[in-house]
Protein backbone atom coordinates (compact mmCIF):
# COMPACT_ATOMS: atom_id res chain seq x y z
CA UNK A 1 0.00 0.00 0.00
CA UNK A 2 1.72 3.45 -1.07
CA UNK A 3 2.47 5.99 1.79
CA UNK A 4 0.66 8.46 0.23
CA UNK A 5 -2.86 7.06 0.62
CA UNK A 6 -5.32 9.33 2.19
CA UNK A 7 -7.46 8.44 5.49
CA UNK A 8 -10.44 9.17 3.17
CA UNK A 9 -9.11 6.41 0.99
CA UNK A 10 -8.28 4.03 3.63
CA UNK A 11 -12.22 4.60 4.84
CA UNK A 12 -13.59 4.00 1.32
CA UNK A 13 -11.38 0.35 1.41
CA UNK A 14 -12.40 -0.49 4.65
CA UNK A 15 -15.67 0.36 4.56
CA UNK A 16 -15.60 -2.04 1.02
CA UNK A 17 -13.83 -4.50 3.10
CA UNK A 18 -16.63 -4.66 5.88
CA UNK A 19 -19.11 -5.56 3.39
CA UNK A 20 -17.05 -7.96 1.56
CA UNK A 21 -16.54 -9.58 4.75
CA UNK A 22 -19.50 -9.73 5.80
CA UNK A 23 -20.97 -10.81 2.49
CA UNK A 24 -18.43 -14.04 2.60
CA UNK A 25 -19.92 -15.41 5.87
CA UNK A 26 -20.44 -19.47 4.71
CA UNK A 27 -17.77 -18.99 2.37
CA UNK A 28 -14.10 -20.58 2.07
CA UNK A 29 -12.34 -17.47 2.00
CA UNK A 30 -13.86 -15.58 4.97
CA UNK A 31 -10.61 -15.76 7.22
CA UNK A 32 -9.09 -14.49 4.44
CA UNK A 33 -11.43 -11.25 3.99
CA UNK A 34 -11.37 -10.78 7.39
CA UNK A 35 -7.49 -10.44 8.55
CA UNK A 36 -7.96 -8.06 5.27
CA UNK A 37 -10.59 -6.00 6.86
CA UNK A 38 -8.87 -6.15 9.78
CA UNK A 39 -5.57 -4.92 8.57
CA UNK A 40 -7.12 -2.04 6.94
CA UNK A 41 -8.32 -1.52 10.39
CA UNK A 42 -5.39 -0.92 11.84
CA UNK A 43 -3.63 1.14 9.02
CA UNK A 44 -6.25 3.37 9.34
CA UNK A 45 -6.30 3.49 13.26
CA UNK A 46 -2.23 4.31 13.10
CA UNK A 47 -2.86 7.17 9.48
CA UNK A 48 -5.59 8.84 11.91
CA UNK A 49 -2.85 8.48 14.44
CA UNK A 50 -0.22 10.30 12.59
CA UNK A 51 -2.49 12.54 11.08
CA UNK A 52 -3.12 13.90 15.12
CA UNK A 53 0.40 13.50 15.68
CA UNK A 54 1.40 15.83 13.01
CA UNK A 55 -1.43 18.51 13.81
CA UNK A 56 -0.20 18.88 17.64
CA UNK A 57 3.41 19.12 16.41
CA UNK A 58 2.88 22.42 14.70
Same mark, same amino acid.
Given at each position: MP? +??S? &? &?L? !? !?YDH =?? +?VALMAVGQPDRAEQVAY !??? @??R? @??AARE =? =??AESTDE
Open positions: A +TVI &E &EQ !R !R =AC +T !RDQ @LYN @LQ =A =AG
